[in-house]
Structures are given as structure tokens and as C-alpha cells.
């Protein structure tokens, strides 16, 4: 089957929509003023811009052997295309670059012991991998200010140490321990934190934290803040309805939601290819009417650039950004999955990439940011940390049976409730409360 | 004054965003139109745009983003337009919204409102009563008032309450019952049952529009000596325990009514507690008079044999009573 065939993309913006004079607040349809058009995208240059110094054509096809009668899938294109160089920072030093390198490094180092941990017994359930996917969870989460939001999805444990959590958080919820943030009740990454670093809890159903980001920024700004509100979705994640209703809630109240779309081509067993038609999934942003980059999610400079563009937008109120970053996902589903679905070519295609080795490349041969010494000595560092974390966590306690008990409501004043950025300032008008008329068609 | 039952809600959610900066409405056409029953008409002037948001048709972007936003502390009370619709955003409630306390320590002090219930020939997507869904789900408040009274009231507890709160108001009650409702702020608790007649032969309980028709059916039947006493749940879920108890230990008799269909039923899970808390004053079986095991159909003919009836109501007591 021939290759799929990729168009040049242009390099320009598509259109930015201007905020409209909104009197205090940047909901462009709430507050335009009486009178005033809303105004439409209506680009047909159909034009998204592409930061990628590299196109891979791969295409994924079901395949019946014809002697065997066994269906596999197949991967054409050019497998030998050579690995292009770390696109040079728009934004980012020396001490920046190297600081988001290390995360990259402790989230890799951290999934390692979450194996370990997991051969060992002592993992509940089973490990979620982010591996070939460090650059994407790390680089986005650097460009967030300490007051935006964000919302990890499985794979993004990498933007969680870059959010503050010591690695023995993410160890403690696998374990299901006693001083997990949820004490037991849920694993993985599904925790949250509303007071310090903003976080909010995934749920296993894919999509459904986009709204739910929206309306964070949505309840920020009523407080009068134009925050960015971080978080993911994968190639498969985004088929489901609730991811569209969350983006066109984002786009047309112009809230600042950065979302990622993670193209990292296997949803479980199923590639990219049986999961939607269009040629790149950052085109969707034109139907939505919002700005949309593709960038190569393997490197770390790319994603940066993109998201630092997208969190100063959304704090600037002119709202969301669609980011797909382009990668693999380099293990199976979870540690159960072997993937053998996957054309081994793909893998070795895509290992080439790997974003740490390609970083590391970048700041020790090219840049000289980092002797030889200096990044041995980083490792140990990492290595040396994600050990003591390891320790913290495996020697925490199991939680109790009763402690699966209580917190079913908010009751007795466990929680008081205030708004984060202080009670909105509101304008009342002047009508008092006068009754209705009913509706005719409804009386 | 004397308020219909639409006028109540509209005034509670009026006062409580006069009073807390931190509410505010969102839903399909709530805004200029002042929504589709003008439950939120004159909102928009009153509390302004960025306070009454009319949404795009997205239920789980409107049950995620009131969810989003109360993270940030405020105070959403989010419209269906009929709650028929709520299905359209179950999983965000059920899932996203229900857990959130539980799990991760996330308080969700929204409020999810809208009209439900039949009698007006609205067809099998415009009476439900979808109700038990949610009764089901822990983590979530019911809330189903019969009154102007209670209705303000419970509003304005919802709206203050911590916990997500799914607020069902009987459509068929909108505009044909009014009440007196003070002027002063006040709030009914969540939660709690309210005798709203006093009675001895035997009990009846129920919730919403049903209790107007038991009310009717008590009339009548006190002209042949059988007096009934009638418990409003008013919330739906948590139950008032302690009053189905009261109100089963004093008639020793109980009827239990409800608009929606038979099978898993609210009479089923109180028929369990009574069971459980007062199984030795019973003095003949439990009676349920539910809806058909059925969509609502359209037809009024035939929506009046699916819903039940005044009609079955009186028999019911008549053999409970023999009993």
C-alpha cells in the first residue's frame, strides 16, 4: 500500500483572532458589546504551522498473510530516514535546558524503579509507561507560572516532578500507600492538589478533563485571572465526544486551556490510522477556530517553545491552543502489554528518537552545555535521588481497611470553600426581582 | 407572599447570587432568553453575562466546566434544560464530579438543576424522572421538592452546600401550585422529610408532584373515615431514615409513591429500610404505586395509564387499610 502522502505545511500563523474590547473580562461573546460583531475565523488557507525539522511518512496497515491467514499490522514509509538535530530554543538558556533535561532524566529513572517496583510485588495493579515521551511530560510543564493549572494524563508522570511531587508521590500512589496524596483510594496519577501546585485528578474515562480544565479557567477568570490551564490528550483519547465539547467550550468563552494532544500512534492496540481520517490531528484546531502547532514531541526545545507560546497567550485571555506533539509510545499499553502488535520496525524507527538520548546529544556534543563528567555526574545525581525516593516510598505504610471509610460528602466543615483569587468583583444592575411571564410554547 | 413554585426557585438562585459573588448560572439559553421555563429571566440584567452564561448544546462540557470552576472555589448552578438531558452528561457527573471528595479530597459545591417529571404530555424525552441515577451514585445530594416553600429553601441549601447537589423540579408544579414563601432569608435542610399531613390509619410516602395527588386522595378518603398521614421526602437522597421510621412505628401502614418506573425504584430502597428500621411495627405488607416499567409515552391517554393515579392511590388504601 502506498505511503500517505504528506503536504508541505506553511510556516505562518493562521489567523489570531483579536480579543474585543470586553470591559474587564475576555469572554468575547459574554461581554462584546451590544451592537458589536462577534468575529469568525474564517481562514481557508488551512495552514498549521509545523516546527518539526523532519516529516515521517509511516503509515500503519492491517495485513492478511496470505499462507497463514494471520492479520498483523505492517509499517511502510521510510524507516531509514536519517535523525534530525534538537531545534535550537527560541526562550531557552543554558541553565533551563540542562534543568529540564534532568527532569527528563528522573522521569525515566522513575519509571524504571516503578518496574523494578512492580517485578518485586509491591506495585498494586499494574505500571503505566511514559517512555519515549519524556520531552513532551517534562518541556510542557516547565513553561507553566507557578499559578497556572494543570492535569496530567497516565503517561505525563514526568510533568508531576516538574510540578513539584517528589518522585516517591507517584511510587506511593502505585503501592497504594497509606501517605499516597489519596491515601489509597486511587492510583497512578489520578490525584489532585488545589492548593499548591494546581493540579487536577484525572479519571480513567479519556477527554473528560478537558472541560474540566476549561471550567477552571473559566472560574479563574471570574476571579479576574487569565490563567493557562495545562493538560493532555492522546491520539486515541481524542476520539471520544466529550473531548470536543471541551474544546469548543474552551474556544468560543476563549478560556486558556494548552492542550496537548499526544500523537504517540497506539492507542492500547489500535495505531492512529483506525482512529481518525484527518492527516494530522492539530488540523482539527481550524475547525474549532482556534490557533493549532504540530511540533516533534521528542524534542524537548520544540514542545517548550510551543507551550511557552500557548501558557503567554492564554495569560494574555486570547485563549486556547491546540499543540499535537508527534512521538511514539515506546512500550505497551501498561507493563502486561508487550506490544507485539507493533511492527518491530516502527520501534527501531522510533528509538533512533529517543528524546533523552537526543537531548542528551544536544547539550553534551553540540551546545558543550554539559562536560562528559558533568552529565555522568547528573545521572548519579538523578539516580542517587530516585533512590532515596524508592526508599521513602516502600517503606511507607499500607493503609488501614477502616480507612476506606468517611469523605464520601464534604461535611462538618472539613473543606472551606473561598474562591482561590478572591470573591469576583461583580457589577449588579439595577432591576429588582420582578416575576416572569411563561414561556408560550411551554405554558 | 404567595409564590408559585417556578418563582420560589427563580428567587432563591436570585438571592443567593445577590448575596455571594462567588454563584453564578450556565446552561442553554439562560441568558437573554432568560431560559427555556424563565427560571433565570432577568438574571442577565440583573447579575450581568459573565454571571448567566449561555452554553454551546454540550452537556459534559457544561456539568465539566461547572466542576472546573468549582475548583477554583465558586459556586456554578448549571441548568439541563430538561433533565431528561442529564444522561447526555453522566459520565462527567457520576465519574468526574461524584468521586472527586472521596478519591482526591476535591470538593465539588455545584449544583445541577432543571425541570423533570410528566403529566404534560412533554413525551418519553421531556418527563422523566431520572432521578435514581444519581441516588445510586454516593457522592451526589437529591434533592426533589413539592412546595414553593420547599423549593426556595432547598435551592438556596443546595447552592450553599458544599457537595454536588442534583436539584429536580417538577415541571407540572412550575406554575400550577403556589405558596406562601417568606421574605426573609431562610433555608430548608437537605435531607430531611417534612409531614406535610398528619395521620393515623396508614402513611404515605412520597416526593414532588406525587404529593399533591396523595393530598387529593387524603381529602377524599377522610369522607370514608381512613386517615392518612403523608411524608414529603423533600431530598431524595440522603433519606430521612429516622422519619420513614417515625411515620411506619406511628399508622403501622405504608404506601409508597413515586412518578418513576417500578423496577429499582426509590420504594424499593425505602421498602429495605423500613425492613431494617421498623420491620415489627408493620401491621400488613409494604404497597408500592410506581410508574410503568416503561418509557413515558406521548399520547395522553396513554401517559395517564403509565403515571399513576389518584385512582390508585384511594384503592390502594382502601386494601391496605382491610388488611
Same mark, same amino acid.
Given at each position: 500500500m502506498p505511503a500517505k502522502k504528506k503536504s508541505a505545511t506553511k510556516s505562518h500563523a493562521n489567523g489570531n483572532r483579536s480579543s474585543e474590547d470586553s470591559g474587564g473580562s475576555n469572554a468575547r461573546v459574554g461581554t462584546a458589546a451590544?451592537?458589536?460583531?462577534?468575529? +469568525?475565523?474564517?481562514?481557508?488557507?488551512?495552514?498549521?504551522?509545523?516546527? +518539526?525539522?523532519?516529516?515521517?511518512?509511516?503509515?500503519?496497515?492491517?495485513?492478511?498473510? =496470505?499462507?497463514?491467514?494471520?492479520?498483523?499490522? !505492517?509499517?511502510?514509509?521510510?524507516?531509514?530516514? =536519517?535523525? =534530525? =538535530?534538537? +531545534?535550537?530554543?527560541?526562550?531557552?538558556?543554558?541553565?533551563?535546558?540542562? !534543568?529540564?533535561?534532568?527532569?527528563?532524566?528522573?522521569? +525515566?529513572?522513575? !519509571?524504571?524503579?516503578?518496574?523494578?517496583?512492580?517485578?518485586?510485588g509491591k506495585v498494586v495493579g499494574g505500571v503505566y509507561f511514559g517512555l519515549g515521551q519524556e520531552a513532551c511530560s517534562c518541556a510542557s510543564a516547565y513553561a507553566l507560572a507557578k499559578d497556572d493549572w494543570f492535569a496530567p494524563m497516565i503517561r505525563n508522570q514526568g510533568s508531576l516532578l516538574v510540578r513539584g511531587f517528589g518522585a516517591s508521590v507517584t511510587m506511593m500512589q502505585y503501592m497504594a500507600k497509606a501517605d499516597s496524596p489519596t491515601r489509597g483510594r486511587d492510583g497512578t496519577s489520578h490525584f489532585g492538589d488545589l492548593d499548591e501546585r494546581n493540579m487536577v485528578s484525572p479519571i480513567s474515562m479519556l477527554g473528560d478533563l478537558i472541560p474540566v480544565m476549561a471550567g477552571v479557567a473559566l472560574g479563574a477568570r471570574l476571579q479576574g485571572r487569565d490563567v493557562a490551564v495545562m493538560t493532555y490528550i492522546g491520539d486515541g483519547g481524542q476520539s471520544t465526544g466529550v473531548t470536543y465539547e471541551g474544546i469548543n467550550f474552551a474556544a468560543v468563552q476563549n478560556l486558556g486551556l494548552v492542550l496537548f494532544i499526544e500523537s504517540n500512534l497506539w492507542a492500547y492496540s489500535t495505531p492512529s490510522e483506525m482512529q481518525y481520517l484527518c492527516q494530522d490531528l492539530a488540523e482539527r484546531a481550524i475547525g474549532y477556530g482556534i490557533p493549532g502547532v504540530i511540533v516533534d514531541g521528542t524534542d524537548a526545545c520544540q514542545v517548550y517553545d510551543a507551550a511557552r507560546d500557548a501558557v503567554e497567550r492564554a495569560h494574555r485571555g486570547e485563549g486556547p491552543t491546540m499543540i499535537e506533539a508527534k512521538m511514539m509510545r515506546m512500550k505497551g499499553h501498561a507493563i502486561h502489554d508487550a506490544a507485539t502488535y507493533v511492527p518491530k520496525p516502527m520501534f527501531d524507527f522510533w528509538k533512533k528518537r529517543d528524546p533523552i538520548a537526543r537531548f542528551e546529544n544536544y547539550l553534551v556534543k553540540e551546545k558543550k552545555w554539559l562536560t562528559v563528567k558533568e552529565n555522568a555526574d547528573l545521572i548519579l545525581e538523578v539516580e542517587q535521588v530516585i533512590e532515596a525516593e524508592r526508599e521513602i516510598a516502600v517503606n511507607s505504610p499500607?493503609?488501614?481497611?477502616?480507612?476506606?471509610?468517611?469523605?464520601?460528602?464534604?461535611?462538618?466543615?472539613?473543606?472551606?470553600? #473561598?474562591?482561590?483569587?478572591?470573591?469576583?468583583?461583580?457589577?449588579?444592575?439595577?432591576?429588582?426581582? #420582578?416575576?416572569t411571564e411563561a414561556a408560550v410554547h411551554l405554558k | 407572599m404567595q409564590l408559585t413554585y417556578l418563582e420560589a426557585i427563580r428567587q432563591g438562585i436570585w438571592e443567593e447570587m445577590d448575596r455571594d459573588p462567588s454563584v453564578f448560572c450556565l446552561g442553554e439559553d439562560i441568558g437573554i432568553y432568560g431560559?427555556?421555563?424563565? %427560571?433565570?429571566?432577568g438574571?442577565?440584567?440583573?447579575?450581568?453575562?459573565?454571571?448567566?452564561?449561555?452554553?454551546?448544546?454540550?452537556? &459534559?462540557?457544561?456539568?465539566?466546566?461547572?466542576?472546573?470552576? &468549582?475548583?477554583?472555589? *465558586?459556586?456554578? %448552578?448549571?441548568?439541563?434544560?430538561? *433533565?431528561?438531558?442529564?444522561?447526555?452528561?453522566?459520565?462527567?457527573? &457520576?465519574? *468526574?464530579?461524584?468521586?472527586a471528595h472521596y478519591l482526591w479530597d476535591a470538593p465539588a459545591p455545584l449544583v445541577l438543576r432543571g425541570p423533570s417529571g410528566g403529566y404534560v404530555h412533554g413525551g418519553p424525552f421531556h418527563s422523566q424522572n431520572p432521578e435514581m441515577w444519581f441516588v445510586h451514585n454516593p457522592g451526589l445530594k437529591v434533592i426533589c421538592p413539592a412546595t414553593p416553600y420547599d423549593a426556595k429553601g432547598l435551592i438556596k441549601a443546595a447552592i450553599r452546600d458544599n457537595n454536588p447537589c442534583i436539584f429536580f423540579?417538577?415541571?407540572?408544579?412550575?406554575?400550577?401550585?403556589?405558596?406562601?414563601?417568606?421574605?426573609?432569608?431562610?433555608?430548608?435542610?437537605?435531607?430531611?422529610?417534612?409531614?406535610?399531613?398528619?395521620?393515623h390509619d396508614l402513611s404515605i410516602i412520597t416526593y414532588a408532584a406525587m404529593v399533591h395527588t396523595a393530598l387529593e386522595a387524603a381529602e377524599l378518603l377522610s369522607k370514608e373515615g381512613i386517615d392518612l398521614e403523608i411524608l414529603d421526602?423533600?431530598? %431524595? &437522597?440522603?433519606?430521612?431514615?429516622?422519619?420513614?421510621?417515625?411515620?411506619?412505628?406511628?399508622?403501622?401502614? %405504608?404506601?409508597?409513591?413515586?412518578?418513576?418506573?417500578?423496577?429499582?425504584?426509590?420504594?424499593?430502597?425505602i421498602a429495605a429500610i423500613i425492613n431494617e428500621e421498623a420491620f415489627d411495627d408493620l401491621d400488613g405488607p409494604i404497597v408500592r404505586i410506581t410508574g410503568m416499567d416503561s418509557a413515558v409515552p406521548f399520547s395522553p391517554p396513554q401517559e395517564k395509564h403509565f403515571l399513576p393515579k389518584l385512582e390508585?392511590?384511594?384503592?390502594?388504601?382502601?386494601?391496605?387499610k382491610a388488611y
Open positions: 451590544p451592537g458589536s460583531q462577534i468575529e +469568525r475565523s474564517s481562514t481557508r488557507t488551512y495552514s498549521i504551522p509545523d516546527t +518539526r525539522l523532519e516529516h515521517p511518512d509511516l503509515s500503519v496497515h492491517q495485513h492478511r498473510d =496470505p499462507k497463514t491467514d494471520e492479520v498483523r499490522y !505492517e509499517v511502510t514509509g521510510n524507516l531509514n530516514a =536519517p535523525v =534530525p =538535530p534538537i +531545534r535550537d530554543s527560541k526562550y531557552l538558556d543554558k541553565k533551563q535546558c540542562i !534543568e529540564i533535561y534532568r527532569y527528563m532524566l528522573l522521569n +525515566r529513572k522513575m !519509571e524504571t524503579a516503578l518496574e523494578n517496583l512492580y517485578k518485586q499500607m493503609p488501614t481497611p477502616e480507612s476506606a471509610e468517611g469523605g464520601v460528602f464534604c461535611e462538618d466543615g472539613c473543606h472551606d470553600i #473561598k474562591p482561590k483569587y478572591g470573591m469576583p468583583k461583580v457589577k449588579k444592575g439595577t432591576g429588582g426581582f #420582578k416575576e | 431560559g427555556a421555563f424563565k %427560571v433565570t429571566d438574571f442577565i440584567d440583573r447579575f450581568g453575562p459573565e454571571r448567566v452564561i449561555d452554553t454551546p448544546i454540550a452537556e &459534559s462540557a457544561i456539568v465539566g466546566a461547572a466542576f472546573g470552576a &468549582s475548583l477554583t472555589g *465558586m459556586r456554578p %448552578v448549571a441548568e439541563f434544560q430538561f *433533565m431528561d438531558f442529564i444522561g447526555c452528561a453522566f459520565n462527567q457527573i &457520576s465519574n *468526574m464530579v461524584a468521586k423540579e417538577h415541571k407540572y408544579l412550575y406554575r400550577r401550585i403556589k405558596g406562601e414563601v417568606p421574605a426573609e432569608d431562610y433555608v430548608v435542610p437537605i435531607g430531611k422529610a417534612n409531614i406535610v399531613r398528619e395521620g421526602l423533600r431530598t %431524595v &437522597s440522603p433519606l430521612d431514615r429516622e422519619a420513614i421510621a417515625q411515620t411506619v412505628k406511628k399508622t403501622n401502614k %405504608v404506601i409508597i409513591l413515586h412518578e418513576h418506573s417500578r423496577t429499582g425504584g426509590l420504594a424499593g430502597e390508585d392511590i384511594v384503592r390502594e388504601a382502601r386494601r391496605l
